[in-house]
């Protein structure tokens, strides 16, 4: 296998696993919003201070992942626009304004994901925490 076909797929994979598990924060973050935001609704009293911390966990984790999902978009635009545009190359200014753009998106975004993770492992524990204080029956 040619190392560029081997770079360009692995980089393809790379971009296909970040999606997915951005993908999949967000739907088990959706999924725990809208059942811990019933549960809050339906008994405001049973709705403890897990329960609001929860919500609110969810909320920051998902405004976090739209943000990844954002700035990559952005990225992959500029990179479309100085692609179609190719009979004016970027002046040296641009590309670096670019570049530092794109560093700084990067970085963002490996905050934000990181973030996004360690939440979803605090989410976890605030439901495993909320289901054993419930009363037995």
């Known amino acids: 296998m040619d190392p560029d076909d081997h770079a360009e797929s692995t980089i393809g994979k790379l971009i296909q696993a970040t999606f997915g598990l951005w993908n999949a924060l967000l739907t088990v973050n959706g999924i725990m919003l809208t059942v811990f935001t019933a549960v809050y609704a339906i008994a405001p009293a049973g709705g403890t201070y ?3 911390l929860l919500i609110t966990c969810c909320v920051v ?5 739209v943000f990844n999902h954002a700035a990559m978009k952005s990225t992959y635009l500029r990179m479309g626009e100085v692609m179609a545009n190719a009979e004016r190359p970027l ?3 641009e590309r670096e304004r ?3 753009r794109s560093l700084w998106r990067h970085k963002a975004v490996r905050i934000s994901e990181n973030v996004s993770m360690v939440l979803f492992v605090f989410e976890v524990v605030l439901v495993v925490s909320y289901t054993y204080s419930l009363p037995s029956k």
Do not use: E
Request: proline share 0%; aromatic share 0%.
């Open 61 to 65: 984790s998902v405004c976090l992942l």
């Open 91 to 93: 002046t040296a200014q």
């Open 50 to 52: 897990l329960v609001r």
């Open 98 to 100: 670019d570049i530092r």
